[in-house]
């Protein structure tokens, strides 16, 4: 079921900590209930993240992607979440404000 127009894709990329890999997985391999709430509310459809060594990189389907930004900013469920994931991100080696610029998508038939 879709919720109105088609979503923004969006895609990040952000860096693990050197040794940090195997925790990362471990936290994510159950998002807390209230997060995923707060996500859906804030118009998050999708959000999928593959990881190559340390770089991550997310591919989000969202209906805005500022929109969702700014609901989330003063949520308690993500303040906690990003706390707990910035412990493990190399910050200084992340893009999440802007996203990633597509270069080129195989285009829909017709």
Do not use: C
């Amino acid at each position: 079921m879709t919720h109105g127009p088609a979503p923004q894709t969006v895609a990040l990329r952000t860096r693990l900590k050197p040794g940090m890999e195997k925790t990362y997985e471990e936290v994510h391999a159950v998002i807390p209930q209230d997060l995923d709430a707060a996500l859906r509310r804030a118009g998050v459809r999708s959000w999928r993240i593959w990881r190559d060594g340390l770089d991550l990189f997310h591919f989000v389907e969202v209906d805005d992607f500022e929109q969702m930004r700014a609901k989330l900013a003063d949520d308690p469920a993500d303040i906690a979440w990003q706390k707990r994931i910035n412990e493990l991100l190399d910050l200084d080696h992340s893009d999440v404000a802007h996203g990633l610029g597509l270069v080129w998508q195989l285009p829909a038939e017709a």
